[in-house]
């Protein structure tokens, strides 16, 4: 089992995970030739994915998921509540699944689970091959006990370090979204995701990927630095996905 990022953060995120023979995308917030290129960097055609699952509605995460799925026949799985609130979506094959309910796509295991989020109905997802698990959990203002229960135990996470609390506060967002992005539905800044991943740590989590860093209200030294005090390693030895280039095929 492998995984890899496309992107990751406000102009655009999606995350490629593979077991065995199959491929799925999560997420696709780029332009059909943008993600066409950056399927290509990691050596992938769109025809090689099994199709999309999405997290929630909001452009960075589901923009390019209509273009993508109607161009290469992909199929689309999503919660009900994102599919009320999602466009361009017409003529792809859309599967509509349970927020709590784990379901199948070929070789892959996917088992998503709610989040507290500013969208109608958003999910994150483990995803697992019956012998190892990748947690994903991005786009979260808090933790709750029922995600670090989702978590508990996976071989390798994706963890969003969002914001740093000083910089947010002393940064350029009006009052108003500065409460939104820090709030209990918007995004994890790096103590929050410090927090959880010492409740999640243990013997066997091999990989820990920060994501979904902001480029004006963090630093990818400042998530490396939250995070890696708590696995007590160097600054880094923790990687961040980035917006441009995302990060390499990882195996697990």
């Keep these: 089992m492998r995984f890899a990022s496309l992107g990751s953060g406000s102009e655009g995120n999606g995350l490629v995970v593979e077991a065995g023979s199959t491929r799925v995308l999560m997420d696709c917030g780029f332009g059909l030739a943008d993600s066409i290129a950056r399927l290509a960097r990691l050596k992938l055609e769109a025809c090689d994915l099994a199709g999309i699952v999405v997290t929630h509605e909001h452009s960075d995460h589901i923009g390019g998921v209509g273009r993508l799925a109607r161009k290469h026949k992909l199929p689309v799985w999503l919660t009900a509540g994102t599919l009320a609130m999602a466009q361009d979506l017409d003529g792809v094959t859309v599967r509509v699944i349970d ?25 994150q997802y483990v995803f697992g091959d019956g012998n190892r698990r990748l947690g994903v959990l991005t786009d979260t203002g808090c933790s709750t006990p029922h995600i670090e229960a989702m978590l508990a135990g996976v071989d390798a996470l994706v963890l969003e ?35 959880l991943l010492d409740k999640l740590k ?26 890696a005090q708590v696995l ?21």
């Design 99 to 123: 927020s709590h309910a784990a379901f199948a796509v070929d070789d892959l295991e996917i088992q998503p689970f709610p989040v507290p989020h500013d969208a109608r109905e958003p999910v």
């Design 161 to 195: 370090c969002n914001h740093d609390a000083a910089m947010l506060e002393n940064g350029p967002y009006p009052v108003s979204l500065k409460r939104r992005v820090g709030g209990r539905f918007g995004h994890l800044e790096n103590g929050q995701s410090a927090a």
């Design 202 to 227: 243990h013997g066997g989590l091999q990989c820990v990927m920060a994501a979904h860093v902001s480029r004006k209200n963090n630093t990818a030294a400042l998530a490396q630095r939250a995070l």
């Design 232 to 252: 007590d390693c160097a600054d880094g030895d923790v990687r961040v996905a980035c917006q441009t280039a995302g990060f390499d095929w990882i195996r697990m």
